[in-house]
């Protein structure tokens, strides 16, 4: 049985992933509403669900800013899902290409297993100064394939979709996406 389509608020850098916004297309039935910015995330999945996508090649070099984005992005949504991508969001030829499995030790090595920590410690003392919601969970997911990445996003949204407080206003009839300007 085929899952029904879900349809999310995209920001023009996630549809410049064009792997990724295949995966979530094609893999996940995810309709990409494209959006010129939807500020410090990537999804907008509901008004209180947002996803962010990190790449872990950039983890080390760009964490602070990457704590300090989500510490932001927690007073406008209460639930944020951080997936760190240990993949390539651009298409690459048949000769250079990388199966997951080859890439992932390349990816957990030291300097990056140091930055997830060390990412997690700032939010934590984001938390501890004030500057993150207390409010606001954040859950990490840790995608090794864009179709890994489209799934997660898939299963979050379906969880949100299943928390649905509104009696369907906002789940079922998404116009709503359509007409935003953000």
């Given at each position: 049985?085929?899952?029904?389509?879900?349809?999310?608020?995209?920001?023009?850098?996630?549809?410049?992933?064009?792997?990724?916004?295949?995966?979530?297309?094609?893999?996940?039935?995810?309709?990409?509403?494209?959006?010129?910015?939807?500020?410090?995330?990537?999804?907008?999945?509901?008004?209180?669900?947002?996803?962010?996508?990190?790449?872990?090649?950039?983890?080390?070099?760009?964490?602070?800013?990457?704590?300090?984005?989500?510490?932001?992005?927690?007073?406008?949504?209460?639930?944020?899902?951080?997936?760190?991508?240990?993949?390539?969001?651009?298409?690459?030829?048949?000769?250079?290409?990388?199966?997951?499995?080859?890439?992932?030790?390349?990816?957990?090595?030291?300097?990056?297993?140091?930055?997830?920590?060390?990412?997690?410690?700032?939010?934590?003392?984001?938390e501890a100064?004030?500057?993150?919601?207390?409010?606001?969970?954040?859950?990490?997911?840790?995608?090794?394939?864009?179709?890994?990445?489209?799934?997660?996003?898939?299963?979050?949204?379906?969880?949100?979709?299943?928390?649905?407080?509104?009696?369907g206003a906002?789940?079922?009839?998404?116009?709503?996406?359509?007409?935003?300007?953000?």
């Amino acid at each position: 049985m085929a899952r029904p389509l879900h349809t999310y608020m995209a920001s023009t850098g996630l549809i410049n992933k064009r792997v990724l916004a295949h995966a979530l297309e094609s893999t996940a039935q995810i309709k990409l509403i494209r959006q010129q910015s939807l500020g410090g995330v990537d999804l907008i999945l509901d008004p209180s669900t947002a996803i962010i996508f990190i790449s872990l090649s950039a983890l080390p070099q760009n964490c602070g800013q990457y704590v300090d984005n989500v510490s932001q992005e927690s007073w406008r949504f209460l639930r944020l899902l951080v997936v760190f991508e240990s993949f390539d969001s651009e298409p690459c030829s048949q000769s250079t290409s990388i199966t997951a499995a080859e890439s992932t030790p390349r990816t957990y090595i030291f300097p990056v297993l140091e930055a997830v920590e060390k990412f997690k410690q700032g939010l934590s003392t984001a938390e501890a100064s004030g500057t993150k919601n207390l409010e606001t969970f954040v859950n990490y997911a840790f995608a090794a394939t864009a179709d890994e990445a489209a799934l997660f996003t898939r299963l979050y949204g379906d969880q949100a979709e299943a928390g649905d407080e509104t009696s369907g206003a906002v789940w079922c009839n998404r116009a709503w996406l359509e007409d935003q300007k953000v």
